[in-house]
């Protein structure tokens, strides 16, 4: 006959499943209380790293005046190659056809929030302009002609339009070129 095993568990048949206790001030507390693999409660940790983080960050802040003293030159010549490196990097993806949708992408965001006119929930989104694309089968929404597509807006954002998938059209260079900022009956 097998005798019953005993089990020592944390979790006792009358705590709450969602509770733990701290382990620097004692209390049980639900488990929301409590940083993810951590004894101690948010609040106590919370106290307790000011009084510890103190008289390091004086120790910290010392040392890296010295090395920044000591090695200026370097970190100097490493900021400069950096900015050069990053420069270059930048304009090579600007000249990519991927950094120049973003950048397309980025301008028109940028255009229609800085006039205010688009609330955030209905500004068009990547994919809804290529939906717009796939649909127009890449023909000029205005004269019908295929070539390089670009994105038009129906009433201009600078008269008050929307940055939404309703008024946006595809439109070929010259005819969003020659519509500009006029509205549709005026183009």
């Known amino acids: 006959m097998m005798e019953p095993i005993s089990i020592r568990c944390s979790r006792l048949p009358f ?6 206790t701290c382990s620097k001030c004692g209390k049980r ?3 929301a209380e409590f940083y993810a693999h951590r004894g101690a409660c948010k609040k106590c940790r919370n106290a307790q790293r000011p009084a ?3 008289p ?6 010392a040392y890296q005046a010295t090395y920044y003293a000591t090695h200026k030159q370097d970190i100097l010549a490493r ?3 950096y900015r050069e490196d990053k420069r270059t990097y930048d304009a090579a993806y600007r000249r990519t056809a991927t ?7 980025h301008g028109a965001k940028r255009r229609a929030l800085k006039s205010g006119n688009t609330p955030a929930h209905r500004m068009l989104t990547g994919e809804q302009w290529d939906s717009i694309l796939k649909a127009s089968k890449g ?15 129906v009433l201009p954002l ?4 929307q940055h939404t998938a309703e008024n946006v059209v595809v439109s070929c260079m010259s005819c969003n070129l020659k519509k500009y900022a006029k509205i549709v009956t005026l183009f």
């Open 15 to 20: 705590s709450p499943a969602n509770t733990k």
């Open 29 to 31: 507390k639900p488990m």
């Open 158 to 161: 600078s008269k008050g339009g």
């Open 56 to 61: 390091q960050d004086d120790e910290i802040k």
């Open 99 to 105: 950094g120049k949708e973003s950048a397309r992408k």
């Open 52 to 54: 510890y983080r103190k």
């Open 79 to 81: 900021r400069v190659a």
């Open 139 to 153: 023909c000029c929404y205005w004269c019908g002609k295929r070539s390089k597509p670009t994105m038009d807006h």
